[in-house]
């Protein structure tokens, strides 16, 4: 019965894949049709093995594959209509030591865009919010941001969940410890939620979110960041997946115990390093 959990885990982890693709996809309710037909194998699978799982693995399960459909019926009714941007197209950097890519992933020549719901239509006047366990909440306008003295230029390798890594991509923006020292963590923070437009959120401890190579960055590669690629502010966190790297970032509110995410809660890694293939919980 192991090989019938295997096999539902795998099929969610398929729909999410084909779900992530649909915004940028000329159709993009179809492609959430293959992932409903996905998760109806998935249902049929679990419904068939009912009486030879235990209670608790069959709900969990069954809560999974629900939540995934309420989320494309959402995203039906959240049509997004955007391109993908021009000028990411560079082929993959030739000769690549093997060593570079985790176990599991392979090169990208493109650097997909992928994200559930819907790219903001209004990005003037961005700012973050620092909220939650600290001494004063703050919001930062994203014009203070981009003239800060801690704005750096980082390059770093980034790996998807879905098996793509992009290598050598260099970002430009400021990290996050210093704005969380303008914010002062009270003693209780250990983790952040970072919440990305339009509902999406991640979790982090407090020590990944300040990681050597993690930036607020609003450019990519020299050009600002393609609204599609999580412009004009997102998050990356280089060293986890790609899920935790949140776009159109909006707030990071630290929090005093690990409190799962979009994706988390949907059974992904509470963690997610590539290097250990933190894929599923
Ligand atoms: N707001 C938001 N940020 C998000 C996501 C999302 O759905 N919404 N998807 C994540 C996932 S799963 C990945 S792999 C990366 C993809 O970034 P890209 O579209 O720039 O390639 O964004 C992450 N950030
Ligand atoms: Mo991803």
Redesign the pocket.
Same mark, same amino acid.
Request: net charge negative; aromatic share 6%; proline share 8%.
């Given at each position: 019965m192991a090989e019938v959990v295997a096999e539902v885990r795998a099929a969610l982890v398929r729909s999410d894949d084909i779900a *992530?693709a649909a915004p940028g996809a000329r159709d993009p309710a179809a492609v959430r049709e293959r992932a409903r037909q996905v998760l109806a194998g998935a249902r049929d699978l679990l419904d068939a093995a009912r009486a030879h799982l235990p209670d608790e693995v069959v709900d969990e399960l069954s809560v999974q594959v629900t939540r995934r459909m309420l989320d494309l019926d959402g995203a039906d009714l959240l049509e997004d209509a955007h391109e993908p941007p021009p000028g990411m197209d560079r082929a993959p950097t030739r000769g690549v030591d093997p060593e570079r890519i985790p176990p599991g992933q392979h090169l990208t020549p493109g650097?997909? @865009?992928? /994200? @559930? !719901?819907s790219a903001p239509s209004d990005t003037d006047d961005w700012s973050i919010t620092v909220a939650g366990h600290v001494h004063d909440r703050i919001r930062i306008p994203l014009v203070d941001l981009r003239s800060h003295d801690a704005a750096v230029d980082i390059t770093r390798d980034?790996h998807?969940?879905?098996t793509w890594s992009r290598l050598d991509v260099t970002w430009t923006g400021m990290p996050v410890a210093p704005l969380l020292e303008q914010a002062g963590p009270k003693e209780s923070a250990t983790h952040a939620l970072v919440y !990305? /437009?339009?509902a $999406?959120s991640t979790n982090l401890a407090l020590d990944d979110l300040t990681a050597d190579g993690v930036l607020l960055a609003w450019a990519v590669d020299g050009m600002d960041l393609p609204v599609? /690629? !999580?412009g004009p502010l997102?998050l990356v966190v280089p060293h986890l $997946? !790609? %899920? *935790?790297? @949140? *776009? %159109?970032?909006t707030e990071i509110r630290l929090v005093d115990r690990e409190v799962p995410g $979009?994706?988390e809660e949907r059974g992904y890694h509470l963690h997610g390093d590539p290097w250990s293939e933190q894929r599923l919980r």
């Amino acid at each position: 019965m192991a090989e019938v959990v295997a096999e539902v885990r795998a099929a969610l982890v398929r729909s999410d894949d084909i779900a *992530k693709a649909a915004p940028g996809a000329r159709d993009p309710a179809a492609v959430r049709e293959r992932a409903r037909q996905v998760l109806a194998g998935a249902r049929d699978l679990l419904d068939a093995a009912r009486a030879h799982l235990p209670d608790e693995v069959v709900d969990e399960l069954s809560v999974q594959v629900t939540r995934r459909m309420l989320d494309l019926d959402g995203a039906d009714l959240l049509e997004d209509a955007h391109e993908p941007p021009p000028g990411m197209d560079r082929a993959p950097t030739r000769g690549v030591d093997p060593e570079r890519i985790p176990p599991g992933q392979h090169l990208t020549p493109g650097f997909p @865009v992928l /994200h @559930v !719901g819907s790219a903001p239509s209004d990005t003037d006047d961005w700012s973050i919010t620092v909220a939650g366990h600290v001494h004063d909440r703050i919001r930062i306008p994203l014009v203070d941001l981009r003239s800060h003295d801690a704005a750096v230029d980082i390059t770093r390798d980034f790996h998807c969940v879905t098996t793509w890594s992009r290598l050598d991509v260099t970002w430009t923006g400021m990290p996050v410890a210093p704005l969380l020292e303008q914010a002062g963590p009270k003693e209780s923070a250990t983790h952040a939620l970072v919440y !990305g /437009h339009p509902a $999406y959120s991640t979790n982090l401890a407090l020590d990944d979110l300040t990681a050597d190579g993690v930036l607020l960055a609003w450019a990519v590669d020299g050009m600002d960041l393609p609204v599609a /690629h !999580g412009g004009p502010l997102r998050l990356v966190v280089p060293h986890l $997946y !790609g %899920w *935790k790297s @949140v *776009k %159109w970032v909006t707030e990071i509110r630290l929090v005093d115990r690990e409190v799962p995410g $979009y994706w988390e809660e949907r059974g992904y890694h509470l963690h997610g390093d590539p290097w250990s293939e933190q894929r599923l919980r």
